[in-house]
């Protein structure tokens, strides 16, 4: 059964950068796709980023384009998300996330969710 234990998240000022990091274990790492997401109460869950098996190809919003990096270690079962020149608007519970087909493109891809980690930026 595929864990996934996120960490990193905290309290940061507008402008600043947090590193989250999630650790999978339970499975084959390096055949999954990871994604992180995000949640704010009230509001649907939001695809952040996702990355594929080999981590060749990645996907961002728009809302994170350009300030935002997923990467992954596969021999170390580790994937991160680097967050530069955060904004308020990005205060949530960021979610990792696993799809057992190498690629997720759409939420019902990843079957496999951490228990989340609050980031919070201040204005």
């Known amino acids: 059964q595929v864990q996934l234990v996120e960490s990193g998240g905290g309290l940061v000022q507008a402008g600043g950068s947090l590193r989250l990091s999630c650790v999978f274990s339970?499975?084959?790492?390096?055949?999954?796709?990871m994604g992180w997401f995000r949640q704010v109460p009230e509001k649907e869950r939001e695809l952040v980023a996702r990355i594929n098996y080999g981590g060749g190809s990645a996907y961002y919003s728009d809302s994170v384009k350009g300030r935002f990096t997923i990467s992954r270690e596969n021999a170390k079962n580790m994937v991160y998300l680097q967050m530069n020149s955060l904004k308020p608007e990005d205060t949530a519970v960021y979610y990792c996330?696993?799809?057992?087909?190498?690629?997720?493109?759409?939420?019902?891809?990843?079957?496999?969710w951490g228990q989340g980690t609050q980031v919070t930026v201040s204005s």
């Open positions: 996330a696993a799809a057992p087909s190498g690629w997720g493109m759409i939420e019902k891809d990843f079957t496999s």
């Open positions: 339970g499975g084959t790492f390096r055949s999954y796709g």
